[in-house]
């Protein structure tokens, strides 16, 4: 190879190849970084400053075509090749002298938008080919269009958590999400774990939301063989049984997490709902140390399978004296890494209403595509457990004190 001074003169000696700056650099920065590793070679990374002065002395020719800083991101760019030779294992004849030219031509001439693997053109293929992948499975949501409307509803690849003391209806309200999937779609499996009920409950509580008649009633119409009990039980089959499976708490054997994963993988369904979350923890195994593990699984599983996960969550003794306080939202078992990567969180909560029946209060406390804080009121039928997709939207009651406040006796005045 010629020297880099050389090439330098000969480029000085024809002003007019100087006229385009951009031109002339990119001219020759092929050649400089040839120079920089047949001259210095593995010593780039130490000798960094008396690098940049010999460059400066080899293309002096040339006047000062190129600044500091551009010297310096060029050695910094043979050093990354450096370390990238280093770091990684090269397979037994491969062409290095070839591989290092591709990165050269790289870094000196650009590279095709639509071949860089970084690039905004490959970013958007990425995300249509994405939003393409999944189209035949939109986004879940609770069956309560106001509701849905606020969330912005939940799309593959992301976790809603659904958290309430007990008695505020969040079985009633995973169930309802439930069917809203499945009326909704042609394919796709729910799955759906409760590690807190049996699976004869759930079971129950689908007869009840498809016949809208009460547990002791049906316990009754099939005893004794009443007919409209087989139609109901009818309807629920030709509803749920090639699109939903239920695992449950039985017995001595309880879900945990490794086993929600392998049905998971096993069943590939959809949408998965978890009822609820920290029951899938180990004996002697804290909320919190559950869910700093458990949490970031969950949200790998989701996006590595684009599959949509409904977390249910109870609450403990403080966070509902928080609630009946007026304080909203992060009462989430095991602390603040749940609401973090949550995608949307929605906190239950029951309010008595003199004279009339409990009101179910729904609290958006975290929506990253829809309206966080709002709430509504949702429309319930209690006997039977079931939301009927009827929501008015309601406020607190309580104002927040005002953090700030104008001081009267203090004027802005020119400078």
């Not at 310096?72 to 294992?89: A, C, D, F, K, P």
């Not at 807190?196 to 002791?216: C, F, G, N, W």
């Not at 104002?399 to 203090?410: G, H, I």
Request: aromatic residues 8%; proline residues 5%; contains cysteine.
């Amino acid at each position: 190879m010629r020297p880099l001074l050389e090439i330098a003169q000969d480029i000085g000696g024809h002003p007019e190849l100087l006229e385009n700056a951009e031109s002339a650099k990119a001219m020759l920065e092929g050649f400089i970084h040839d120079s920089l590793i047949e001259t210095w070679g593995d010593s780039l990374k130490t000798n960094r400053h008396e690098v940049i002065e010999y460059l400066k002395t080899q293309l002096a020719p040339c006047g000062n075509l190129f600044t500091d800083t551009e010297l310096r991101r060029i050695v910094g760019t043979e050093i990354y090749w450096l370390l990238q030779t280093q770091n990684r294992e090269i397979r037994p004849g491969a062409n290095l002298a070839a591989m290092r030219q591709d990165f050269v031509n790289e870094v000196v001439y650009g590279v095709d938008p639509l071949s860089d693997p970084d690039s905004p053109a490959r970013r958007l293929g990425e995300m249509e080919t994405y939003l393409r992948s999944w189209a035949d499975f939109p986004a879940f949501g609770f069956g309560v269009p106001a509701l849905d409307d606020a969330t912005g509803g939940i799309l593959p690849g992301e976790i809603c958590v659904l958290t309430g003391a007990p008695g505020t209806m969040k079985t009633s309200l995973a169930l309802s999400a439930v069917d809203n999937y499945i009326s909704r779609t042609d394919a796709g499996l729910v799955f759906y774990c409760s590690v807190d009920m049996a699976p004869r409950q759930i079971t129950m509580r689908l007869m009840e939301r498809e016949s809208k008649v009460p547990e002791t009633i049906l316990r009754q119409m099939q005893a004794r063989k009443d007919p409209e009990y087989k139609t109901f039980r009818d309807t629920v089959l030709e509803k749920y049984n090639s699109r939903l499976v239920i695992r449950g708490n039985e017995g001595a054997h309880q879900v945990n997490m490794n086993e929600l994963i392998q049905q998971c993988l096993k069943r590939r369904p959809q949408l998965v709902i978890v009822d609820y979350f920290t029951r899938l923890k180990t004996v002697g195994q804290s909320d919190l140390e559950f869910v700093e593990t458990a949490m970031p699984t969950i949200l790998g599983f989701a996006h590595e399978y684009e599959v949509s996960f409904l977390l249910l969550s109870q609450m403990s003794r403080s966070s509902r004296s928080d609630q009946i306080n007026g304080r909203i939202g992060g009462h989430g078992k095991g602390g603040g890494i749940v609401e973090e990567l949550a995608h949307t969180e929605i906190e239950l909560l029951k309010q008595p209403v003199e004279n009339d029946k409990d009101m179910i209060i729904a609290a958006i406390t975290k929506a990253r595509r829809g309206v966080s804080g709002r709430y509504f009121a949702l429309g319930y039928d209690g006997p039977i457990k079931f939301f009927d997709g009827t929501a008015q939207r309601v406020t607190r009651a309580t104002q927040k004190k005002t953090v700030f406040e104008p001081v009267q006796s203090f004027y802005d005045r020119p400078i």
